[in-house]
């Protein structure tokens, strides 16, 4: 007979019987004690022998053989700086300094900037007032950064500050940097380049005029009304900002604008100045992001041609695939797509013609790691092992001689030296958390072990962390779905235990690897040493096993994912060890949006749901996210609505928990709001919680979350 395992009883036990570990509890989910140790900050320097990093508030240069200090490049403290980060010019004599750094949205900041001449030690502070993405030109005798929307430049020389641009406005005209849109799903803020020869910058200019506002309240302060923010948000289907790319020649201040065409409905995701200043290159998606246009623009006049068209049946997955490089010798550059159904770099001539394709294979080449260009050496990260795992390979780039460089099992990272001798391993497995080791490259042999997080490893064994147990669980589609578990220390498989699955699920996303930790991964801990098995799932539509089994959720987010986690809560609530009648899910954002499906759609099979905030209709969403896998919403209606958790709110059946900061920027509270009014509406209770001013992460409330989440798991579940 298998024995019911309910929460309290275990909590007695472990009173009663004791343990020899320590127990984990629920503030070291997010208190740092169980963090690993990383080496950051890292900069290479020139030669190849020698890094910097940001020590103490000192920039310091170390050996690269030896680890050893070589140099304190500037001293902060001295210096009368704090300093947040920095860049060196080309030459490295000059170091730019970033103080005072604040967060406007996710990437975009202000800041004030010093530069620090390494010969004069002298140092120069780069304006007045704040700026944002300061950026020294390749030859060393300007700096050029955006304020209030507007483009400038300083001259080091005469000490002169001329406004390349003058039109910008807030929620009007933007120059040199982006929109909201652009930020968050294009992972762009600075807008603008020097040219190679450092005699033109090339920006942008975003018109967002016609894009309509939303608007925040903040509750600060205690004051008697609440502050109305307002920004600038295109909604799926609505008006996007207007992009134009300029040049602008710094001799005469003449100004050239770039025909990328006379369609203006487009995205502009990329600029890049090839190795000659004269030639500048445009990456354009269309709106509805299926193809992707490479276009070579001469300066001086404006004139453009496309070199190259990449299309897709689906969409055009830019962020994956964004390694356009070209390279020195000027005749030639790179390119990834997954145009084979797996994502691959490939070799062009400046005029488009494919030369031959460098990778090759049914994995995936994740991401470009560094180029050895003399000796035509591409290096790459690739899942060739497993979609699981990442590892370290290079190839020449005829696409021969492939070598493996990572040999043990788990996740690679890299960060190489520019000039390919070197190279730092971030590694971890499922079994052990991040080590950081240097390589040269040549010989492929280790230098030195950076970090091991020893006292990490022996800190979890010491807490009795439960170790992820791989599975796979067939859908009724017949796909192979990965998941792990982590059961209680005392798991016995004659014994029932209650199920909480975690799940993000969006598109070519990942939460099963053979790596340390993972979202939440100290708080599920906790969860198991209380009695519970969780279980950690990825649906159809995530990423890491190619272009099919990723986008099979175009035009219908929503619907395959949630058939999955219910099809794989089934299969596991059969398993003689699982509580079929005690299993919940819980997610965030995407994650949220899924959780919430699952408890409407799937009311007869989970008990429990917990939603962080989720979206609860793509209609509240973005342009530039939401209608690359759904189209606009008058393309696919119903792609909008047939798996919106609102059009579902009277199938709730269990015990539902929504959870929302009021100052979400990317998703707004909206969506709850709109859950909310839609499970009112059918009479249905739930629980609800909102956190104000809080935006997406929930920055400073995670350790309330957690315990408010645990609370309701133990009560709920």
Known sequence: MRVKIFTYL????????????????VEQATDGTFSPRSVRSLNWMNDGQYYSALSDNKIIKYS????????????????????????????????????????????????????????????????????????????NSKVAFTRDNNLFYL????????????????NFIINGSTDWVYEEELSLTQAFAWSPDSKRLAYYRMDESGVREYNLQLWKDGANY????????????????????YTYELSNGKKVKADIGSETDVYIPRIYWTKNGELLAIQRLNRLQNQLDILHVDAKDGSSKVVLTDKSDTFIDFTFCDDLT???????????????????????????????????????????VGLDQKKKVLYYSSTEDSPLELHLYSVSFAGKGKKKLTNDSGRHFTNMSDDCSYYMDYHSSAAKPLSVSLYQ????????????????????????????????????????????????EDFDENQEYPLLIFQYSGPGSQNVSNSWGGGHFVWHQYL????????????????????????????QLGKYETEDL??????????????????????WSYGGYMSSLCILKGNDVFKTAIAIAPVTTWRYYDTIYTERYLQRPQDNPGGYDDNSPNTHADKLKGNFLLVHGTGDDNVHFQNSVALQEELLNAGKQFDSFYYPDKTHGLGGRRGHLYQMMTKFIMEKL
């Open 326 to 368: 070209y390279l020195e010798n000027e005749k030639q550059f790179i390119f990834s797509s997954e145009r084979s159904g797996f994502k691959h770099f490939y070799l062009y001539n400046m005029d488009g013609s494919l030369v031959n394709q460098i990778t090759r294979g049914n994995y995936e080449a994740r991401s470009l």
């Open 528 to 555: 198991a040493q209380n009695g519970y098995i969780v279980a950690v799932i990825d649906t159809r539509g995530t990423g890491y096993r190619g272009e099919a089994f990723k986008k099979v959720t175009y035009k």
């Open 226 to 245: 609440p502050e109305d923010y307002r920004y600038k948000y295109p909604k799926a289907g609505e008006k996007n900002s207007i992009v134009e790319i």
């Open 10 to 25: 275990l909590l007695a036990a472990s009173v009663i019987a004791g343990y020899a570990q320590n127990k984990i509890t």
């Open 155 to 170: 001259d080091l020389s005469s000490g002169d500050e001329v406004a390349v641009t003058n039109d910008g406005k807030f």
């Open 441 to 488: 490259t040549k010989g492929n042999q280790v230098v030195k072990v950076m970090e091991d997080n020893s006292k990490l490893e022996a800190n979890v064994n010491a807490y009795g962390f439960a170790e992820k147990e791989f599975f796979q669980v067939t859908n009724d589609n017949g796909d192979q779905l990965n998941g792990f578990f982590l059961k209680p």
């Open 566 to 587: 219910i099809s794989a809560a089934n299969t596991l609530g059969s398993y003689p060890y699982i509580d079929k009648n005690r299993m919940g899910i819980w997610g």
């Open 64 to 139: 690269v053989r030896t680890g050893d200090e070589v140099e304190t490049i500037a001293d902060g403290d001295a210096l009368d700086l704090k300093i947040a980060s920095y860049s060196f010019s080309d030459d490295e004599s000059l170091v730019l300094i970033m103080t005072d750094r604040t967060s406007i949205y996710r990437r975009s900041y202000t800041a004030v900037f010093y530069l620090y001449d390494r010969n004069s030690k002298s140092v120069l502070k780069l304006s007045d007032g704040r700026q944002s993405y300061a950026t020294l030109s390749p030859d």
